[in-house]
């Protein structure tokens, strides 16, 4: 059964900096298309970053979070700079079959990880 682990969120100031984590526990990993969607409370899951054969972010996050992998490690990363107070929310990483083409909705990932916390404090 294939797995995801989030971790590296935390409450952090405004204009501070987190690192997400997510651990897969699958084989092939550079094969599979990872995405990072986040919700906050009362909100729908929104996209956030996708990377398959290319990268594509949401324009809220664009020229401040990066998305990036290690196959060797099974890991997916988001870096995420100049945090912001509506950055707050759960943090998801998804997995989806394939790396081709830009995926930014939810329904099209396969699995998900439990989620992490992320706070930002004006």
């Known amino acids: 059964q294939v797995q995801l682990k989030e971790s590296g969120g935390g409450l952090v100031q405004a204009g501070g900096s987190l690192r997400l984590s997510c651990v897969a526990s699958?084989?092939?990993?550079?094969?599979?298309?990872m995405g990072w969607f986040r919700q906050a409370p009362g909100k729908e899951r929104e996209f956030v970053a996708t990377?398959?054969?290319?990268?594509y972010y949401a324009d809220s996050v664009k020229g401040r979070f990066t998305i990036s992998r290690d196959n060797a490690k099974n890991t997916v990363y988001l870096q995420m700079n100049n945090l912001k107070p509506e950055d707050t929310a759960v943090y998801y990483c998804?997995?989806?079959?394939?790396?081709?083409?830009?995926?930014?909705?939810?329904?099209?990932?396969?699995?998900w990880g439990q989620g992490t916390h992320v706070t930002v404090s004006s």
């Open positions: 998804a997995l989806r079959g394939g790396i081709a083409g830009v995926i930014t909705k939810p329904y099209e990932y396969d699995v």
């Open positions: 699958i084989r092939a990993f550079g094969n599979y298309g």
């Open positions: 990377m398959g054969v290319s990268t």
